[in-house]
């Protein structure tokens, strides 16, 4: 959580930084209508690719973009209560993130669940055929992008090899992207290279966005999406994106030096003022695919347009400790030192070891508020979609309270006359911090959830603060505030170290 903090004050101090040295002009970026675009394009941004529309399967295009307008039908697309720079904030673009069952991805201190895509192994239930239909749309599409980005990898291994660039008419075949670079996983082979895993569905309508900031360094227009680097993704791994605009609308939020009709992704090598942006219109069934490490090396953002924008934004999320199997995993070796007594129920402790004690109480708040509270201050806005994450909850929320027993079971041990006054200081030692981290994070989390903003989401929207409960539930081992107990705890840690 420091680290997180401490990158938003870097990218800040940065920032600031660069629009000190701007002052109150603007950057030099290129757009199609300059004469030295394509050169821009080639020599400072040679790992981005444009996919013309007119290069893809129009079937591919019809089912994609039907399902696109079916997920705005069903009402799956939702608006995130995000956390950034301390406060709450609502998204103005509204998402849903599909891809493998059980993966999350997390933006912006939100974890999103992944509503699964076909899978013939996983017998996942969908709440309409339509939505069946929805999900194998994006799956497809998935499939494709992946190609595709198998194949211009290829291309610019080859170029790189060849530097074959020179004579290359790059105007005319945008999409062929036979370019110079440096390919830093040249080594890798290309046929194992790992598949995207989610996808994130972005829907922007710049009707409901009337307070859309101007690009603050190039002067490109209005953004929908402020400059960034995608997070939480393999390192090195391409994104690739596909874009649908559809409504006509006369609404112009743009000036007058680009057609305000159309969207446009801007792109700059991060942190530096000496290369000018670039700056790329898009076409209803386009697609652009940054490559390798370009959007470590780069950023983008999204320039508005007139009409209703969605987007499919697929990538390789980092999955080591985000997925339902990993957290699984953990709550199973939490639980090995649980013993349950087969004939009487009775809980007890196998080993009071403290490092055992102290990783215990981090997977146990790992799982609280890494998974269940971020599944749950969402609202019922899966039920929408899939019933896999709230099965996927009931079995979490098992092994949840079963690490309430253990940590009941740690605090009678600390009774336990037969320890020695080493032994307790060290028991104290390893679980206090995540006691009192516990008990701070529970308050945080239940002020989110009666926050005006939270307050003002549709009622299946609506952040549910769970788990919570009463001093007078009798299942539950332990008080939900936790203050008495950590006060005591740390006194009595003061106590026996006097």
Avoid at 95 to 124: C, M, Q, S
Avoid at 368 to 393: D, H, I, P, S, V
């Amino acid at each position: 959580m420091k680290r997180g903090v401490l990158c938003e004050e870097e990218k800040e101090a940065k920032k600031q930084k660069l629009l000190d040295q701007i002052g109150d002009g603007h950057l030099p970026y290129l757009s199609p209508k300059d004469d030295t675009f394509y050169d821009l394009w080639r020599t400072c941004y040679s790992k981005l690719t444009l996919l013309q529309a007119k290069h893809i399967n129009a079937d591919l295009h019809h089912t994609v973009q039907n399902a696109f307008l079916s997920l705005l039908d069903n009402g799956c697309l939702f608006q995130d209560l995000v956390r950034l720079k301390g406060k709450d904030i609502l998204t103005p673009v509204s998402r849903i993130l599909i891809g493998r069952p059980g993966y999350t991805y997390k933006y912006l201190n939100t974890r999103l669940f992944a509503v699964p895509w076909i899978n013939d192994e996983l017998n996942t239930q969908y709440c309409t055929r339509n939505l069946l239909d929805t999900y194998k749309a994006f799956s497809d599409l998935n499939k494709f992008l992946y190609s595709q980005t198998v194949n211009e990898l290829q291309k610019l291994r080859k170029a790189h090899k060849n530097d074959c660039f020179q004579h290359f008419d790059y105007k005319e075949q945008v999409k062929s992207d036979k370019r110079p670079c440096t390919l830093n996983n040249e080594n890798k082979e290309l046929h194992s290279l790992e598949p995207f895993n989610v996808t994130l569905i972005n829907y922007m309508d710049p009707r409901d966005m009337p307070c859309l900031k101007e690009e603050p360094y190039f002067g490109m227009g209005k953004m929908a999406v402020s400059w960034h680097h995608d997070e939480n993704l393999v390192e090195q791994s391409t994104v690739a994106v596909y874009n649908f605009s559809y409504q006509e609308s006369a609404h112009d939020i743009n000036g007058d030096d680009k057609d305000p009709a159309t969207w446009n992704v801007g792109l700059k090598i991060a942190w530096d003022i000496e290369t000018p942006g670039l700056c790329i219109p898009l076409n209803t069934g386009d697609c652009y695919l940054m490559l390798d490490d370009l959007n470590k090396t780069h950023q983008h953002c999204v320039i508005a347009g007139c009409q209703p924008r969605f987007s499919s934004t697929h990538r390789v999320a980092e999955s080591s400790r985000d997925t339902f199997q990993y957290i699984k995993s953990q709550c199973n070796s939490a639980l090995q030192n649980l013993h349950m007594d087969p004939d009487t129920g009775a809980a007890a402790l196998k080993s009071l070891e403290p490092r055992v004690l102290g990783q215990t109480e981090e997977i146990h708040n790992e799982v609280e508020f890494e998974w269940l509270r971020q599944f749950w201050f969402q609202g019922k806005r899966y039920n929408k979609c899939t019933t896999f994450w709230k099965e996927a909850m009931t079995e979490l929320e098992n092994h949840w309270k079963q690490m309430e027993t253990m940590t009941s079971l740690v605090l009678k041990a600390i009774e336990n006359e037969n320890l020695t006054v080493d032994e307790k200081c060290n028991i104290l030692k390893n679980i206090l911090p995540c006691l009192v981290e516990r008990q701070n994070l529970r308050q945080e989390w239940r002020e989110r959830c009666r926050s005006k903003l939270a307050k003002k989401l549709p009622p299946d929207q609506a952040p549910c603060c769970y788990p919570y409960w009463n001093d007078d539930n009798k299942s539950m081992p332990l008080s939900f505030d936790l203050h008495s107990i950590t006060f005591a705890l740390q006194n009595r840690l003061e106590t026996l170290e006097a």
